[in-house]
């Protein structure tokens, strides 16, 4: 009894402990790694966790694949290509903004299947502010078109968005080409129902003249390469890196092992006056805020409460795949909309896979709809997801104010429209 009476206070203390940090997270108050950090200490030092089990929690396979992936592209970002490639698509384009638009959004998707998306949005809306001065059109739409593609384009695959990242390292059997597989064709699906509403939206907002439109092909993108053979080592130890990810499984290595084998393989290549610039390109508040939230969620799981959350869950489904799929969907969509979808993806992970320890036979339908609410649900409002944040933070730089309301007009009916679309999928493709 006594014993029970202790995990009992441990279980308050830790959902406190979670649900404080949690709301100056939303609060933005505080920044979110130094909350995150101080919330772990706080599960160490209350001795709800410790040190030890606090470190199993932490998923290296998470952060390595994170920091392979921040290196890889860092280094490659020094070449210009970027900037390369959406000068050639607004050349293609004609000048044209409407298709100058429409080829971003395209870029934008594919580079945040392969790139995370924070990285992809990064790279793109220094480009998409040049092109649009030269045209003198308003680059709000193609910044709230960016920031939507990027998370939807970051859904398709295990490195293109961090709750596919964890998802992928907490469940063995998702692998790299299962989430290509199960994610990719919906992803598709999503990005070719948002392009005439894009046009339909913003179409008005972006005419330009025939003479500005003239100006961008007479832009020159020859001199934007520096340096070509850093360029080619890059591209190969890219591709390699990918091919690695499709391999991964049947060579028996982990997303992490491929990412960072990479990354070191790129640096040995390019010399040591690369290191330290490559190392500046890691996002270490970020890599410091995953280590933080998992040790967060390993007092809430280790206290028992991720079990009683998931037994209260089947309780409400009945256990029944279809109805629990779905309120993870769109509760995951809804959630990560208002909340940062990562912490929210921290806690539903140890829920899932309490609810297997429970008798629900296939978790697969969960997983996938755990990773588009999450994902997909990041697209609702300026808060859902780093990149959203990115971008305004970026459009505020250049006297472009991208405010919370405009966005959510603009994106939250989307991103319903995407869980809609996800949920017809989900229910057609695993449950009927």
Sequence with gaps: MLGESIMEQQAILAIGIFLIIYALIISEKIHRTVL????????????????????HHVDFNTLGLLVGMMIIVGVTAETGLFKYVALKAAKMAKGNPKRIMVLLV??????????????????????TFSLTRQLRVNPIPFLITQIIASNVGGTATLIGDPPNIMIGSAVEELTFMAFINNLAPIAVIIVLAYLPLFLMMFGKQIKSTPELQRSIMDMDETGIITDRNLLRKCLIVLGLTILGFFLHQALHLESATVALTGAFILLLITGEHMLEKAFRSVEWITIFFFVGLFVLVSGLVETGVIARLAAQAIEVTGGDLLTTSMLILWMSAIASAFLDNIPFVATMIPMIQEMGNMGVTNLEPLWWSLALGACLGGNGTLIGASANLIVAGLAAKEGYPLTFVRYLLYAFPLMILSIILSSIYIYVRYLM
């Design 106 to 127: 395209l870029i934008t998707a594919f580079a945040s299947a392969f790139l995370d998306n924070v990285t992809t949005v990064l790279l793109m809306v220094p480009v």
């Design 36 to 55: 995150a950090m101080i919330g772990a200490v706080l599960m160490i030092v209350l001795g709800i966790v410790d040190q030890e089990t606090a470190l």
